[in-house]
């Protein structure tokens, strides 16, 4: 590893506490980060993303917003759901991936960081087009279906 993805998880460890458990586990499992692991969110590639205001009918008014990503995972033997719920703000910029659109148009994914800003949980993705998905939020879910 090198020293800022050093200094990356040395922050998230002493700043735990202001983690909900499975968003600290998942942002500090050095798997996810692997070049070559099938956790890995490195080299997975996007295959949807749903964006969601969840309304209550007696309360329609009262809505959440919740977004699932989901990701082919890099050796194409799982998906992996990141699910966001109650998120604040998030912002998706999408570019062609000019290196071979014929197989995925955002292209994969080059690295992810998870971080604490103002009060919410921010994870950042970028992807190998420079598309780059950004998201607030205060509460997380990962799941993961592996095929073999």
């Known amino acids: 590893m090198n020293s800022n993805f050093d200094k990356y998880i040395s922050n998230l460890v002493t700043n735990k506490a202001k983690f909900p458990e499975q968003l600290f586990e998942f942002a500090t499992d050095l798997e996810r980060y692997k070049l070559n692991h099938p956790k890995s969110l490195h080299d997975s ?11 209550n009918k007696q309360r329609p008014f009262d809505a959440s917003l919740s977004i699932i ?31 071979n659109y014929n197989d995925t148009f955002h ?18 993705i970028e992807l190998r087009s420079s598309s780059i998905f950004k998201v607030y939020f205060t509460d997380f879910k990962v799941t993961e279906c592996v095929y073999t």
């Open 45 to 55: 590639w996007v295959s949807s993303l749903t964006i969601a205001e969840n309304r």
């Open 107 to 124: 292209g994969d994914v080059l690295t992810h960081e998870v971080s604490l800003e103002n009060g919410l949980y921010k994870h950042i």
């Open 69 to 99: 990503l989901s990701l082919i995972g890099q050796q194409h033997d799982r998906d992996i759901v990141l699910i966001y719920n109650n998120v604040k703000s998030y912002k998706l910029i999408g570019h062609e991936n000019e290196f």
